[in-house]
């Protein structure tokens, strides 16, 4: 894995947990979607530096590398 794919990876992963905590509570929800435009934009420049936009298996196959409970077999 590229440098530049790991980031990728790890700014996803970082996002995903930022979204989980932000939506934990739905009647908090509101005021903490707002949060996620930092992780947001991390991930978008991160995908566009590793050259995976477009290419979501590739960048999913390298997610699960790093979270394989989110590959669907860890349940």
Request: with cysteine; glycine share 8%.
């Amino acid at each position: 894995m590229r440098n530049a794919e790991l980031a990728a990876a790890q700014a996803y992963v970082r996002l995903l947990e930022a979204t989980r905590a932000a939506l934990a509570d739905p009647d908090d929800g509101p005021l903490y979607v707002p949060l996620l435009a930092s992780p947001i934009a991390e991930a978008d420049g991160a995908l566009q530096r590793a050259g995976l936009c477009g290419n979501e298996s590739r960048f999913f196959d390298l997610v699960s590398s790093l979270q394989p409970s989110m590959s669907g077999s860890g349940h």
